[in-house]
C-alpha cells in the first residue's frame, strides 16, 4: 500500500501517530503492516524519544537502569516493579522479537506500554504529539 505523508510532518511525529492510532486498534483489527513493522516502530519512537532525555541513550536491556532514572526524574517516583519487569520484555520485544512473526496482542500490549510510558514521562510532549 502507498500512502501519501505530508513533508511538514516529521518521521518522528509520523511513527508516533501510527502507533497512536494503532494502539486503539483491537487484536484482529491488525493488518500486515501493522504485524510487521509495529515493533520497529516502536523502537524508533522510543529511540527518538529518549535522546530528547538523554541524548545516545539507546532502547536496550543494557539501558535498561538508565531509563528507570529517567523516569524516576521525569516523574518523581520509582517505576513500579510491575512496570518494571514489563519495560524490561518491552525492551527485549522491540530488539529482538521485531524480526519474528508477533502475536498481535503482544504487539497491541506493547504499543498500548510505550504510549502510557511516554505520557507518564512528558505528558506535554505526548499531548503535543498525539495531535
Known amino acids: ?6 513533508s511538514k510532518v516529521s518521521p518522528y511525529k509520523k511513527l508516533f501517530l501510527e502507533l497512536y492510532e494503532l494502539s486503539k486498534k483491537k487484536p484482529d483489527d491488525l493488518n500486515d503492516c501493522d504485524v510487521y513493522h509495529a515493533a520497529n516502530s516502536m523502537r524508533r519512537v522510543f529511540e527518538e524519544f529518549l535522546n530528547f532525555k538523554n541524548p545516545n ?3 536496550q536491556r543494557s ?3 538508565h531509563i528507570l532514572d529517567i523516569y524516576k526524574n ?4 520509582q517505576m513500579s516493579k510491575k512496570n518494571s519487569i514489563k519495560l524490561g520484555s518491552f525492551l527485549t520485544f522491540i ?3 521485531s524480526h519474528r512473526s508477533i502475536k498481535s496482542a503482544e504487539i497491541l500490549d506493547n504499543c498500548k506500554f510505550l504510549l502510557k510510558i511516554i505520557k507518564e514521562m512528558d505528558k506535554v510532549h505526548y499531548d503535543s504529539m498525539k495531535h
Open 57 to 59: 541513550l539507546l532502547p
Open 74 to 77: 521525569a516523574t518523581g517516583r
Open 63 to 65: 539501558s535498561q537502569k
Open 95 to 97: 530488539n529482538v522479537l
Open 1 to 6: 500500500e502507498i500512502r501519501v505523508c505530508c
